[in-house]
């Protein structure tokens, strides 16, 4: 019983009875083969894990009872992954894929001065989001969110501690303040411009980094995001 079931039910922890609807509830009863009286982990995405009956099996969804349930608290830390936009789609899936699993609360992606433009598809990433929540066993699902720059990022994020993760910086160790909200910044394939360096500069963020080898975007999510797992 190690599959978790994503429901986008809110309400969750106080329903008795719950349905299971779409892919989910396909997967659960035509690839796992699930009957009724079997019992399946829900989560919501928002603090909540529960243990649930199959009571009954549509086509397309599955009636279920609620037997248990766990609440947990938002993280008192936030970690945002403010994420450049890049071109080649697996790569960039697989950056986000790993941000989730590494604990970033939200994952902000932009438009930076060296993003060469390419087509979002929200609902792929919201999906890929989805599924390394379930996998990782987290118990609230980090948010999306679309900038159209670097400075729209920084608006939104302000009351953020500012990283910036920067290949011309001088590598040495760095020590992040106390401060539980942190904005982690991770540029494009040709990295920030000048411009977006300066920017951070006067937003008072702090350029840091990840050692002497030229790393590729999603190996700097994890590089980066990895320092922060016990924050």
């Known amino acids: 019983m190690d599959n978790h079931f994503f429901i986008d039910e809110p309400n969750l922890h106080t329903l008795e009875y719950v349905e299971l609807s779409g892919q989910e509830a396909r997967h659960a009863?035509?690839?796992l083969r699930k009957n009724v009286g079997d019992l399946l982990i829900l989560v919501n995405g928002e603090g909540c894990k529960a243990t649930a009956e199959i009571q009954s099996i549509q086509k397309n969804s599955l009636s279920l009872r609620i037997q248990s349930r766990e609440l947990r608290e938002q993280p008192e830390g936030k970690k945002v992954l403010g994420l450049g936009i890049i071109k080649v789609r697996d790569r960039f899936e697989f950056a986000i894929e790993k941000a989730v699993e590494l604990g970033a609360t939200t994952i902000c992606?932009?438009?930076s001065d060296h993003s060469e433009r390419t087509?979002?598809?929200?609902?792929?990433l919201e999906s890929i989001i989805q599924?390394?929540?379930k996998q990782s066993g987290r118990w609230w699902k980090p948010g999306l969110i679309i900038k159209n720059d670097l400075k729209s990022v920084l608006f939104e994020f302000a009351d953020h501690e500012v990283l910036m993760a920067h290949e011309k910086k001088q590598v040495e160790p760095f020590t992040p303040s106390l401060k539980k909200e942190k904005l982690l910044l991770v540029g494009p394939e040709g990295g920030f411009s000048e411009k977006e360096v300066?920017?951070?500069r006067q937003a008072g963020g702090e350029l840091i980094s990840l050692g002497a080898n030229r790393l590729r975007t999603e190996t700097a999510v994890i590089a980066l995001l990895a320092q922060f797992l016990f924050d």
Not at 119 to 124: A, G, N, P, Q, S
């Open 109 to 111: 992606l932009f438009e």
């Open 131 to 133: 599924s390394a929540f």
């Open 29 to 31: 009863s035509k690839v």
């Open 119 to 124: 087509r979002i598809k929200e609902d792929r």
């Open 198 to 200: 300066e920017l951070i």
